[in-house]
């Protein structure tokens, strides 16, 4: 098979494994397996990491490999600090280049590291290749489709055939993301804000901080981060850009105060 028939055949059958989903159905696992046979991949799987939170593992193929796999679910500093792939990507986060972890160290430096120890018997990923996509707007993490093979690692002509199903993967990636949100807004009540929670919410639109909020309303710093912690805590949201994302998909956010 030609090198063009190879990008044709991997792009034709990643896209149409996840086109054929009904609709609303999740895209991540039928593309996986399409994305794992065009490599030869032992294992592939779906990351999020989220640059000041959490890295999550959220599907992983074939099944029996997802309660083994050692960064399945740790806070993203900890797997940075562990992982040279994901250290790459959360401090590269706008040059989403499909890379192999042998790009980023050597060989034997990474199979003798305490995360390459711990995934040779767990997951059989002596080899990794990572094909990131661009991260998604009004969301603060790294996105990224990662494939694994015990004996043999990723070659130039993998990277190429890698670059090329990286826009696939990217689309499938924000229709993944956006199906999820629309679940969890049917699924979950509106959460009633205060007055006070409510004005809270506008400025940190408005782009103040809690200080700058704090000196608006003539409170103390604390008594706006207690109102922050609140306004979190309903909108089921981590950080400012998802509890915004969360408000406005509530129509909580207007222009009038």
Known sequence: MTRVDR???????????????????????????????AFGADAVGYYVHEWQGWTTAVSIA?????????????????????????RHLVTHPAVPVPFTITDLV?????????????????????????????PIPGTAESRVWVLGRLDQDFTPNDRLVA?????????????????????????????TLTDRESLVLHLLDDGLTPQGIAARLLVSPRTIHKHIERIYRKLEAHD??????????????????
Do not use: F, K
């Open 163 to 191: 670059s090329a199903l990286a826009p696939v993967l990217a689309a499938i990636a924000r229709q993944e993301l956006w199906r999820d949100r629309r679940l969890a807004s049917h699924a979950r009540p509106v959460s």
């Open 7 to 37: 990008v044709s055949q991997a792009i034709s059958d990643v896209a149409v494994a996840a086109l054929s989903e009904p609709p609303g159905a999740p895209l991540l696992r039928p593309a996986l397996v399409e994305l794992g046979r």
């Open 106 to 134: 050597s060989e034997r430096a990474w199979l003798s590291s305490e995360l390459g120890t711990l995934m040779r018997p767990d997951w059989g990923r002596n080899y990794q290749l990572a094909i990131p996509v661009p």
């Open 240 to 257: 400012r850009n998802t509890a915004l994302i969360a408000a406005r998909e509530r129509s909580l956010l207007t222009a009038e105060r």
């Open 62 to 86: 074939p099944d029996d490999v997802w309660p083994r796999v050692p960064n399945a679910h740790m806070p993203t500093a900890l797997a940075a600090a562990l992982h040279p792939g994901i």
